[in-house]
Structures are given as C-alpha cells and as structure tokens.
Nanobody, 120 residues
Framework: QVQLVESGGGLVQAGGFLRLSCAAS????????MAWYRQAPGKQRELVAR???????NYADSVKGRFTISRDNAKNTVYLQMNSLKPEDTAVYCC??????????????WGQGTQVTVSS
C-alpha cells in the first residue's frame, strides 16, 4: 500500500510563512505528478500547485509569486513553501500523487490533510 503523510501545517500570522511536506511511503515503481490542493470551510477544493516528475510546476493564480512547490525524488517528498500568507489561505491542505505501482499501472493517492490557519 502507498501512503502520503503531510506535515508542517499550523497557525501563523498574516505575512508569515509555512513549509508543508508530503512524504510518500510504500511499495511502488515510480511517483509521477504530485500536487497540493486546499479546501476552506464552505468552499470547493481547489488546486494550489502541481509539479511533474521532471519538476515542471504550475500554480493557482491566487498563490503565484507567494508559494513554491518543489520535490525531492530521492526522499519521495513534495514540499510547498508558502510565503506572504494571507487569511484567505486558511484551509486544509492535502497532497496527492499519481503513483505507478508497475510500469503500466498507476493510481492516484491522497494524504489526510494538514490544517493551515492564517490570522489577521
């Protein structure tokens, strides 16, 4: 089985920063694209940032210039550096990953989420 475990969430004041981590563990052939999503109370889940296996990244317009996604393939980990945080960034942040169990079989896995709260 494959597990994704997030860490790094917490409470921070507006203008502050946090770094989220999401580590994959288990038996697999390769980790492909990885992404961070967030869901605020009463709102739909939205894509925050995504990074491919060759480190090509894209971002939601609302976080461009403030957030940076990166990955360490040796550690099977994706990171989200969040700077200049705003109260509207408050949400549960979840990572996901397309994981190839074999060269021809790929599944989408999700982490359990980590709470980020930005106070004004």
């Amino acid at each position: 089985q494959v597990q994704l475990v997030e860490s790094g969430g917490g409470l921070v004041q507006a203008g502050g920063f946090l770094r989220l981590s999401c580590a994959a563990s288990g038996n697999f052939f390769k980790i492909n694209a990885m992404a961070w999503y967030r869901q605020a109370p009463g709102k739909q889940r939205e894509l925050v940032a995504r990074i491919t296996s060759d480190t090509s990244a894209n971002y939601a317009d609302s976080v461009k210039g403030r957030f940076t996604i990166s990955r360490d393939n040796a550690k099977n980990t994706v990171y989200l550096q969040m700077n200049s945080l705003k109260p509207e960034d408050t949400a549960v942040y979840c990572c996901n990953a397309y994981v190839s169990k074999t060269p021809t079989v790929t599944y989408l896995y999700w982490g359990q989420g980590t709470q980020v709260t930005v106070s004004s």
